[in-house]
């Protein structure tokens, strides 16, 4: 418990700075009422606490929080370091690192949604599924770009990856993580090709620059 009860912004930073994995707003309020952060009042707790949380990631709202993020419906991650207080918004129009992401349009030729990970031969080095607008198999192993874990359809981990993105699924099936997830969702940057193959890798951008845009 407490000696002091915060007010509902800081609570919900608390809980999410603190979190290794992006948070529910049903999860948070659980969290906040455990940890003794503020006295949970009303009929609906957690809805008050999803409230606040899209508060805080809209810009324009005076309870903007640019340490939290949202993830997926109904799910918020911290993304400054911890102790961190990032400073308000300030005007950018002359940064010439922002006129450098703005001016970076990156276009993502293959997805998958929501595929079954119970589905996904792990021993065999391949991930397959099928090209756009064609019943032919491909595998998107080497695939590069973005992913996002799901339980039940709820979001409980975004990740990246340079090289495979069938290791990286593959590593979280061993480690900590495997039973997290049931499903995983995944957007890349390598076209699939006339032949069914993987297309090279954007030469003109860093490989991590682009999946850290894509994220």
């Known amino acids: 418990m407490t000696t002091q009860e915060m007010d509902w912004r800081e609570a919900i930073a608390n809980v999410l700075e603190h979190a290794a994995l992006p ?3 049903q999860r948070v ?10 006295t949970l009042t009303g009929a609906t707790p957690a809805r008050t606490v999803n409230q606040y949380l899209h508060r805080m990631v809209h810009p324009d709202d005076t309870w ?5 993020r949202k993830v997926s419906r109904g799910t918020f991650e911290f993304m400054g370091e911890p102790g961190t207080v ?12 922002t006129e450098l992401n703005t001016n970076r349009i990156v276009r993502v030729p293959a997805f998958g949604l929501y595929w079954e990970k119970a589905k996904v031969r792990w021993n065999s080095g391949e991930l397959l599924g099928r090209g756009p607008g064609s019943s ?4 998107f192993a080497q695939q590069q770009g973005v992913y996002i874990l799901y339980k039940d359809r709820s979001a409980v981990y975004v990740g990246r990856t340079i090289d495979s993105l069938y290791a990286r699924l593959r590593s979280h099936n061993r480690d ?14 390598r076209e ?10 954007p030469t003109d951008v860093e490989s991590i620059y682009l999946v850290s845009i894509l994220e």
Request: glycine share 8%; charged share 40%; no cysteine.
């Open 23 to 25: 948070l529910g707003y």
């Open 29 to 38: 309020t659980e969290l906040i009422s455990e940890r003794g952060l503020k």
């Open 64 to 68: 903007y929080d640019s340490r939290i």
């Open 86 to 97: 990032l400073e308000e918004p300030n005007d950018l129009e002359n940064d010439d690192e």
């Open 136 to 139: 032919d198999r491909v595998d």
């Open 176 to 189: 900590n993580k495997t039973f997290r997830w049931d499903k995983f969702s995944w957007f890349g940057f």
């Open 192 to 201: 699939v090709e006339d032949d069914g193959q993987l297309g090279s890798v």
